[in-house]
Each structure stands twice: as structure tokens, then as C-alpha cells.
């Protein structure tokens, strides 16, 4: 009986290494699926956010005709790059006050418009993709507003 005992043990034993050893590998799976499945969901936006832009193109009304200020604002945003319903004059703007871009504001998220973004993204310990969610734009708006209330007091303080 003792003998039938130390061989369950072991059984037991084994098992559970043997199952510490498949859980293992199967995190690995699990975080590589999760990966492609952020890369399939990424890829899904942009194609709708493009299957978007034709329809409102072929049924002859421009993104700018809604009220709404998310589809009123530039092609970049249809691309995903503005995921927060503001004017991309807005985040040029913030930008602007923040010390990261000092090209025109026009409205037209272009190059160094993203590049802006990603290096505030960087300097700011956010997750660094060229997008403009409501984590950076939270952050992006905090950051401005310091810049933009000395500017409003250097302002008041020339016209005294």
C-alpha cells in the first residue's frame, strides 16, 4: 500500500510538471494570438474608415457636410489618426502650445503634424503609434493649456 502511494505521488507530480510546462507554452500562444488579433482589428478600422470615405464620396456628400465633429474633420482622421472628436486645427493647435510643432495650423494632419505627435507620445511616456486617442489628447490638452495661459498673461501684461 505504501508503494502505491509513492507512485501516485510521483504520477501526481509529473502531472502537474508536465502541466506548468504546457501552461507556459501556452502563454506564449496565447500573448502571440492576442498580438494578431490587435493587428487584424488595426487593419479592420482602417478599411472601414476607408469603405467610409468612398460612400460618403460616391453618394456625393463631403465629410464636412455632418454636424458631427468627428466626420467634419480632415481625410487624416478618416485614416485613424484623430480618434477624439476634435478639429485637427484643434490638435495642431496643442500641439503648437506645447512645444512640439511650430508649422502652420491648417487643419492638415501631414507629416510633421504626426511627427509632433509621436514625439510627445515619446517625451510623455505614452504608448508611441502617431494617434490621437483620448489618453494622448488628455494629456496633449493638459500640457498646452500651461503654455497657452502664459501666453494669455504676457498678452494682458504688453497691453497695460
Given amino acids: 500500500m505504501h508503494?502505491?502511494?509513492?507512485l501516485l505521488g510521483g504520477v501526481v507530480l509529473v502531472g502537474a510538471l508536465a502541466g506548468c510546462a504546457s501552461t507556459q507554452g501556452g502563454?506564449?500562444?496565447?500573448?502571440?494570438?492576442?498580438?494578431?488579433?490587435?493587428r487584424t482589428v488595426s487593419q479592420q478600422e482602417q478599411t472601414i474608415d476607408e469603405l467610409r470615405q468612398r460612400a460618403?464620396?460616391?453618394?456625393?456628400?463631403?465629410t464636412r457636410s455632418s454636424s458631427s465633429p468627428r466626420a467634419a474633420s480632415s481625410s487624416a482622421e478618416n485614416r485613424g489618426i484623430i480618434r477624439v472628436p476634435v478639429e485637427p486645427r484643434e490638435v495642431q493647435a496643442a500641439l503648437q502650445g506645447a512645444g512640439y510643432y511650430s508649422g502652420n495650423i491648417d487643419g492638415k494632419i501631414g507629416g510633421r503634424t504626426i511627427e509632433a505627435i509621436k514625439q510627445f507620445q515619446k517625451?510623455?511616456?505614452l504608448k508611441?503609434?502617431?494617434?490621437?486617442?483620448a489618453g494622448t489628447w488628455s494629456q496633449?490638452?493638459?500640457a498646452s493649456a500651461p503654455a497657452a495661459a502664459s501666453?494669455?498673461?504676457?498678452?494682458?501684461?504688453a497691453a497695460e
Fill in 27 to 38: 502563454n506564449a500562444n496565447l500573448q502571440a494570438r492576442v498580438i494578431q488579433l490587435e
Fill in 3 to 6: 508503494l502505491a502511494v509513492k
Fill in 140 to 142: 496633449l490638452k493638459s
Fill in 56 to 62: 460618403s464620396m460616391s453618394s456625393g456628400r463631403s
Fill in 151 to 157: 501666453t494669455a498673461a504676457t498678452d494682458t501684461t
Fill in 123 to 125: 517625451d510623455n511616456n
Fill in 128 to 133: 508611441v503609434d502617431g494617434i490621437v486617442g
